[in-house]
């Protein structure tokens, strides 16, 4: 049997830039499981049926997370959600939610080769940010554990602030990946970024 | 630039949405007893107001809902957002 293709993640191909982690850093998480769920929020039956599974009740406020022990819920629409976590393969989590959602409206689909993960952090962050994205991110207005939808150099992507460093998540397509973090990378060049990537899991 | 109010993501600049046209237009019951005019008339014709107008815009970069915008067509003045539920 031959050896299965290795996984690749859409940035571990560009070089690792540089400089010493100085004021920006920037760095993939790569291959986390990122599932798409959505279902009726008035459905309280198939919340409850979710929060046994995900060890955390699915967040009903716009554009807010949820964190629970090994996992994070985004709100993405009013029945809509993104599951992030590196505790749980893929395919156990959708089966586990598709057993738990038997009988009720629900869609759950595996989006996680689809879609990557940048983690933005240090002072310069917000600075780097709003180059390309017209979301006041200030913590005062956008505090950890926010979310949102937006365009950030013209390409769609989920912001979640995770602390108050201040770090972002940055959460885009697999084919935007490369563009995205170029941008980021042009935009944190003043800042000595100092982007690290990681080819195998 | 319009600062659109997303019922749900509050306001964000109109580069997130997409334009719908005209709200409030509802699908005929039975299509087929239409006329060629009165269904081209439902798929065609639409108002042109001058002043206050409802009209139909999806968060398309945000969390893709459409929703209805009333807005001022000659002052670019946004009156207000309502989800459809709002507004039946």
């Known amino acids: 049997m031959s050896s299965p293709t290795p996984r690749r993640s859409p940035l571990g191909a560009i070089e690792s830039v540089q400089h010493p982690p100085q004021e920006a850093q920037l760095f993939e998480r790569p291959f986390l499981t990122q599932i798409n ?38 709100w993405l629409g009013p029945d809509e959600w993104l599951l992030l976590t590196e505790h749980h393969q893929p395919d156990a989590l959708v089966t586990n939610l598709q057993a738990a959602l038997t009988g009720h409206f ?38 950890p554990g926010a979310c949102a939808q937006t365009l950030l150099a013209r390409a769609q992507a989920l912001l979640i602030a995770v602390d108050a460093a201040p770090t972002f998540d940055i959460i885009v397509r697999r084919s935007f990946a490369p563009y995205v973090a170029a941008w980021l990378q042009d935009s944190a060049h003043q800042f000595d970024l100092h982007f690290p990537t990681s080819d195998t899991a | ?60 970069a945000g969390c893709r809902r459409w929703f209805v915008v009333e807005r001022d067509t000659v002052t670019n003045e946004i009156l207000g957002a309502s989800t459809y539920g709002d507004s039946q």
């Open chain 1, 106 to 143: 629900a869609s759950v689909v595996d989006t996680s080769a689809g879609q990557t993960v940048i983690r933005l952090s240090g002072p310069s962050a917000l600075d780097v940010l709003a180059r390309g994205c017209a979301l006041d991110l200030h913590p005062s207005a956008f505090p």
């Open chain 1, 37 to 74: 769920l959505r279902l009726d929020p008035a459905d309280s039956e198939a919340l409850a049926a979710i929060q046994l599974v995900l060890g955390v009740q699915l967040p009903l406020t716009p554009n807010t997370t949820a964190a629970g022990q090994e996992l994070l819920a985004a």
């Open chain 2, 1 to 60: 630039m319009l600062l659109i109010p997303c019922p749900w993501c509050g306001p964000r600049e109109d580069d997130e949405f997409t334009f719908g046209g005209e709200a409030d237009i509802p699908r005929p019951a039975d299509p087929d007893a239409l006329t060629d005019e009165q269904w081209a008339d439902y798929l065609f014709m639409r108002d042109n107001r001058r002043g206050h107008h409802r009209e139909q815009w999806c968060h398309t």
